[in-house]
């Protein structure tokens, strides 16, 4: 069975950063992608980015030259380095990945809550 367990979500203030850390475990043979969204109050859950393994990495608009996303296939693992943040970056963000066992399936973090304040 697989797990993901994130991390380093919390309080802080305009300006400041937050790094996320995001970590995959049990039977995988492969990770095609990582990523990260996030969903504030009111609204709907909305990628933040994504890695595609051997391919892209995308972002929102509203974070580029901010955060950064960063994998490590043979860790199972990603980072979301975010800097310069805003409050309206507050939001419970969920990382994401999709994971090849048997079959490819999409995968979830429990989520944790980044609290930007002013």
């Known amino acids: 069975q697989v797990q993901l367990v994130e991390s380093g979500g919390g309080l802080v203030q305009a300006g400041g950063s937050l790094r996320l850390s995001c970590a995959a475990s049990g039977s995988i043979f492969s990770i095609n992608a990582m990523g990260w969204y996030r969903q504030a109050p009111g609204k709907q859950r909305e990628l933040v980015a994504v890695?595609?393994?051997?391919?892209?990495?995308n972002y929102a608009d509203s974070v580029k030259g901010r955060f950064t996303i960063s994998t490590d296939n043979a860790k199972n693992s990603t980072n979301l380095q975010m800097n310069s943040l805003k409050p309206e970056d507050t939001a419970v963000y969920y990382c994401?990945?999709?994971?090849?066992?048997?079959?490819?399936?999409?995968?979830w973090g429990q989520g944790t809550q980044v609290t930007v304040s002013s």
């Open positions: 890695k595609i393994s051997g391919g892209s990495t």
């Open positions: 994401y990945m999709y994971i090849i066992t048997h079959w490819g399936k999409a995968y």
